[in-house]
């Protein structure tokens, strides 16, 4: 491989260039141009400056309570997928009996699509309401509540695979030579499981926190941002005012580019914070 031609390199990484620029940057660089024009199709455009920038926090405060009500979200999955997923790792890496069937049973819910889940956990959540005489859509908290529940459930699974596929990296030596030299369960996973799965960790980071920050279907599908948008995030946010308003398209299409730089910014943080603590460890 390393004598290969460059030629095959470029033969080979060509179509997923090609496909790139066409699915992802050239729509991203229409989009940047959008923002500051209004329009109705993409070849009927006027130009308006930043324009659709201010009036997307002067005319829409949903979009900064859509902001918040994001953040807040994705701060508990973080911490919640995390942690839930590490302790299952833990659990399903210490040879107990059909570990291999819990671990099947616990991804599984990844497989379902996100307005499927949605609608599934808008059935049940609402069935548990009723009996308090509310619905998932009475405030925007039991919204908000529901949202993590539903997230948690499907993401838990997949974040435990690669915390489990970390943890089977460690050498089993580290372990026997910290028992051989009295440490304890505690000390073992401190000084030696999490800092030997920190790329690991880094990984699930970055996934729970883009995930929660991009959720969109089982936002849709679970609440629709009732009660008054109120519980709608950043996605919903921007789908919303993009096709729900005449003459707010090239709002709806700042709002998206400000998106895609806010989240870009949150991850790239995290990812440095992330890599640093990988070489301190």
Partial sequence: MQKMPLRYYAFFTLPTIIAFFIAFFIPFLLGI???????????????????????????????????????????????????????????????MRGENAFRTVFFMPNLIGGIVLGYIWLLIINGILINFGVDITYSAKYGFWGLVVVVNWQMIGYMMIIYIAGIMAIPPELFEAARIDGANSWQILRNITIPMVMPAITICTFLTLANSFKLFDQNLALTAGAPGRSSAMLALDIFNTFYGRIGYEGVGQAKAVIFTLFVSLIVLLQL????RRELES
Avoid: H, M, P
């Fill in 33 to 95: 141009f959008l923002s500051f024009n209004t329009f109705t199709t993409v070849t009927n455009t006027q130009w308006a400056g930043v324009t659709n920038y201010v009036r997307a926090f002067t005319e829409d405060s949903t979009f900064l309570n859509a902001t918040i009500f994001t953040v807040k979200f994705a701060l508990v999955c973080v911490v919640l997928i995390n942690v839930f997923s590490f302790s299952l790792a833990l659990l399903l890496t210490r040879k």
């Fill in 272 to 275: 440095l914070y992330s890599r």
